[in-house]
């Protein structure tokens, strides 16, 4: 289990007058668990359609609470390098 900790902040602008009170003004922190089970994974090879080899990833989720998607990572030169671009 992985633990998101997400901070919020608001600020008012205004361009008729100013407000000396600050204390309106707050900033929220909203801490939730990432909670996912992992039912399969698979990683095949397959074509696309320009008959370049690919490997295709599939996964499947019983659940997920709190989850706003997954990264896909591959290692190289020692270092992290994130496959997916969005």
Same mark, same amino acid.
């Given at each position: 289990?992985?633990?998101?900790?997400?901070?919020?902040?608001?600020?008012?602008?205004?361009? !008729? *007058?100013?407000?000396?009170? #600050?204390?309106?003004?707050?900033?929220?922190?909203?801490?939730?668990?990432? $909670?996912?089970?992992?039912?399969?994974?698979?990683? !095949? *090879?397959?074509?696309?359609? #320009?008959?370049?080899?690919?490997?295709?990833?599939?996964?499947?989720?019983? $659940?997920?609470?709190?989850?706003?998607?997954?990264?896909?990572?591959?290692?190289?030169?020692?270092?992290?390098?994130?496959?997916?671009?969005?």
């Amino acid at each position: 289990m992985h633990r998101v900790i997400a901070t919020n902040t608001a600020s008012v602008i205004s361009d !008729q *007058m100013t407000s000396p009170n #600050t204390s309106n003004q707050t900033e929220t922190t909203i801490t939730a668990d990432t $909670s996912i089970k992992l039912e399969s994974f698979v990683a !095949q *090879m397959g074509k696309d359609k #320009t008959g370049a080899d690919r490997v295709v990833l599939l996964w499947k989720t019983g $659940s997920e609470v709190h989850n706003l998607g997954f990264n896909v990572y591959r290692e190289q030169a020692g270092e992290r390098v994130r496959l997916n671009l969005r």
